[in-house]
């Protein structure tokens, strides 16, 4: 088996390996087979939340499941963060000595 071998002698282990920004495969893998996953059984799992939602009765009238809207959105929210990927959070912020200004004009 030939061995990788790096130009620069001090590091080795330098330009070895994945290029940066190259996704993970199993991950990618995962991530479609829960795509699929979620695509395929979107029906099923509306019923799910609004069970979880609205409770379940049984036939006397008396929850055996109690209505829980705020547990279902949660369960929504979880399944969207496998599907829908979260931003990530950014600042604008200025210099001391130049702050960031911001100008708005609207022409007619």
């Known amino acids: 088996m030939d061995k990788k ?3 620069n002698t001090e590091h080795p282990n330098l ?3 994945r290029k940066p920004g190259v996704p993970n495969k199993s991950t990618t893998m995962a991530r479609e087979a829960i795509a699929k996953f ?3 059984n979107t029906h099923k799992m509306q019923e799910w939340l609004q069970s979880v939602a ?3 009765q049984n036939d006397e009238g008396k929850y055996i499941v109690a ?3 705020e547990k279902a959105f949660g369960m929504l929210q979880t399944v969207m963060e496998y599907h829908v990927p979260k ?3 950014t ?3 200025g210099d001391d000595k130049a702050p960031v200004r911001m100008v708005v004009s609207w022409k007619k």
Do not use: F, S, T
């Open 5 to 7: 071998l790096a130009k």
């Open 15 to 17: 330009n070895v390996g």
């Open 67 to 69: 209505p829980n809207p």
């Open 54 to 56: 609205e409770g379940i």
């Open 38 to 40: 979620v695509d395929g």
């Open 91 to 93: 600042e604008v912020v």
């Open 87 to 89: 931003l990530a959070r």
